[in-house]
């Protein structure tokens, strides 16, 4: 997968992505999955729905 997501944007989702699941499991709640997206795609440096629209926030090298 080519990377499109840059480091600001890469901190931005793990962190949401980690939030997210911590209520979902504070709460029980399996809603807390979602947090799963934001948690991935930072993780890879790669978000699909970035790739759909031509957006790439990575610094040119």
């Known amino acids: 997968m080519q990377k499109n997501v840059g480091d600001t944007d ?3 989702r793990i962190i949401a992505g980690i939030i997210i699941l911590a209520i ?6 399996w809603w807390g999955l979602i947090g799963l997206v934001p948690l991935f ?6 978000c699909v ?3 759909m629209l ?7 090298n």
Request: proline content about 0%.
């Open 10 to 12: 890469r901190m931005i």
């Open 24 to 29: 979902g499991v504070y709460y029980g709640s």
């Open 41 to 46: 795609t930072g993780l890879t440096r790669s």
């Open 49 to 51: 729905l970035y790739k």
């Open 54 to 60: 031509g957006i790439n926030t990575c610094k040119l």
